[in-house]
């Protein structure tokens, strides 16, 4: 009898993965609803909004910073308090604009 090898052994049966509706999404303006509905943590119950991002999805500069304030949940932003005033002016300085040249979100996970 000859021994089996590696590539003589059968293929092992594959579970198809669960359909996620946020890998699907495509680009942002579809993920943003999504995120917003997304209830899968409890993070959602610990806020008013969820603090998506802003700016130019497509800038060469993403500036992220730690989960969002009272200040970026209540107006549904991103870096609008004193770290968000201070983060305007350092933009501003470098010849940044806002919205133009960079994108601005949070992270939390």
Same mark, same amino acid.
């Given at each position: ?12 049966? =594959?579970?198809?993965?669960? =359909?996620? %509706? ?7 303006? @579809? ?13 959602? @119950? ?10 130019? %999805? ?9 989960? %969002? ?8 932003? %991103? ?9 305007? =002016? ?20």
């Amino acid at each position: 009898m000859g021994e089996l090898s590696l590539f003589d052994a059968p293929e092992p049966k =594959r579970t198809p993965l669960p =359909r996620d %509706p946020l890998a699907e999404a495509g680009d942002l303006d @579809a993920l943003r609803p999504l995120i917003k509905a997304c209830t899968r943590c409890g993070l959602r @119950a610990g806020c008013q909004n969820v603090v998506v991002g802003e700016g130019n %999805p497509h800038a060469t500069v993403m500036l992220i910073g730690e989960g %969002p304030g009272a200040d970026e949940d209540q107006l549904d932003r %991103p870096f609008v308090g004193r770290a968000g005033q201070l983060l305007d =002016r350092i933009l501003a300085a470098c010849s940044f604009e806002r919205f133009r040249h960079v994108y601005i979100a949070n992270i939390v996970k």
